[in-house]
T-cell receptor, first 114, second 114 residues
Framework: GEDVEQSLFLSVREGDSSVINCTYT??????LYWYKQEPGAGLQLLTY?????DMKQDQRLTVLLNKKDKHLSLRIADTQTGDSAIYFC??????????????FGKGTKLSVKP | DTGVSQDPRHKITKRGQNVTFRCDPI?????LYWYRQTLGQGPEFLTY????????KSRLLSDRFSAERPKGSFSTLEIQRTEQGDSAMYLC????????????FGPGTRLTVL
């Protein structure tokens, strides 16, 4: 496909795990990213994964990468109400071997219920 | 240096007026990017600079838009003869060319065209 695709909404209860999924476009993308955006704010980089890795763990965050299927996921363990935000998957397509701009999905709105 | 800053944070203007936004990147970052984000969408690439050179422009960047980075430090984005469809959040990001390709975003400028 031509677009980075994500499901638009996810609702979980506080303390549960959240899993946000993404399908990206370019199998040769070197880095894949997860950004978080709170209402009215800019984007905050949460984590990224290099394309030669299958998994990356950073405290409560686990990123899984399936290059064959161009699938990326973000798992948030012990989800808290402060995790409520929009989460964007992004890639830098490796067109012609040069690195340019980020391509974003539409974002997944995570709602955490107490 | 505490990150990427943008000014103003909010701008309300009438259709047909010109507006200019400013971005101050992280000082050692060579690359500076402009993105536009409309409601319910992910950021979309507009243009980027490497030092003072504007290297790429998206088809989203109509003739009414112009961006500059005259000394390779701060950048300005000007929109002439604004239209209601220009209402969006304008995000600036910067990164260094060395090491991991991590873009750091500013808080954005929210433009409302009446």
């Amino acid at each position: 496909g031509e677009d980075v695709e994500q499901s638009l909404f996810l609702s979980v209860r506080e303390g549960d795990s959240s899993v946000i999924n993404c399908t990206y476009t370019d199998s040769s993308s070197t880095y894949l990213y997860w950004y978080k955006q709170e209402p009215g704010a800019g984007l905050q980089l949460l984590t990224y994964i290099f394309s030669n890795m299958d998994m990356k763990q950073d405290q409560r965050l686990t990123v899984l990468l399936n290059k064959k299927d161009k699938h990326l996921s973000l798992r948030i363990a012990d989800t808290q109400t402060g995790d409520s935000a929009i989460y964007f998957c992004a890639e830098i397509p490796n067109y012609g071997g040069s690195q340019g701009n980020l391509i974003f999905g539409k974002g997944t709105k995570l709602s955490v219920k107490p | 240096d505490t990150g990427v800053s943008q000014d103003p944070r909010h701008k309300i203007t009438k259709r047909g007026q010109n507006v200019t936004f400013r971005c101050d990147p992280i000082s050692e970052h060579n690359r500076l990017y402009w993105y536009r984000q409309t409601l319910g969408q992910g950021p979309e690439f507009l243009t980027y600079f490497q030092n003072e050179a504007q290297l790429e422009k998206s088809r989203l960047l109509s003739d009414r838009f112009s961006a500059e980075r005259p000394k390779g430090s701060f950048s300005t984005l000007e929109i002439q003869r604004t239209e209601q469809g220009d209402s969006a959040m304008y995000l600036c990001a910067s990164r260094t060319l060395a090491g991991t390709a991590i873009e750091v975003f500013g808080p954005g400028t929210r433009l409302t065209v009446l």
